[in-house]
């Protein structure tokens, strides 16, 4: 079943995230110029694997809570309403801070664990600002 009503912001995780990927993925194309052709597939391969990976995962403010869902070969859906939701943290490092990316966390009362996590998102301080108003409104 597919996310569509309610939509606030939809996002994917910043494509630094998958950085490694993406570098083995142009080193290996780079080298196969020199040393091995076949490389070349292996190196398009890597850097297409991380981007289909990346794009696999999709995070969403709705109206009624947080989501994460997961669509590869696998399918997985993670819902929170805004009313469970008892704490939302931003974490970011040093280089992400630089970057203006981040990682959100969700808590709720029910559990001990962090329910939903937003990986590498664009501007995390303001998605925490949207999510913030609209548990305020519930």
């Not at 996310?3 to 494509?15: N, P, Y």
């Not at 020199?34 to 292996?42: A, C, S």
């Amino acid at each position: 079943m597919k996310i569509t009503e309610g939509v606030i912001l939809k996002m994917h995780s910043h494509f630094l995230h998958y950085l490694g990927f993406y570098f083995v993925g142009i080193l290996a194309f780079i080298a196969s110029i020199f040393f091995w052709w076949p490389g070349t597939i292996l190196g398009i391969g890597f850097f297409l694997l991380g981007e289909l990976v990346r794009r696999a995962e999709t995070f969403y403010v709705l109206e009624t809570g947080v989501a994460r869902g997961y669509h590869l070969l696998s399918t997985s859906r993670k819902f929170v309403e805004f009313e469970k939701i008892q704490n939302v943290e931003v974490n970011q490092s040093f280089l992400e801070n630089i970057l203006g990316i981040g990682s959100l966390e969700f808590d709720t009362s029910g559990s001990h664990k962090i329910e939903i996590r937003f990986v590498a998102v664009n501007d995390p301080y303001k998605v925490e600002k949207i999510v913030r108003e609209k548990m305020a409104l519930k």
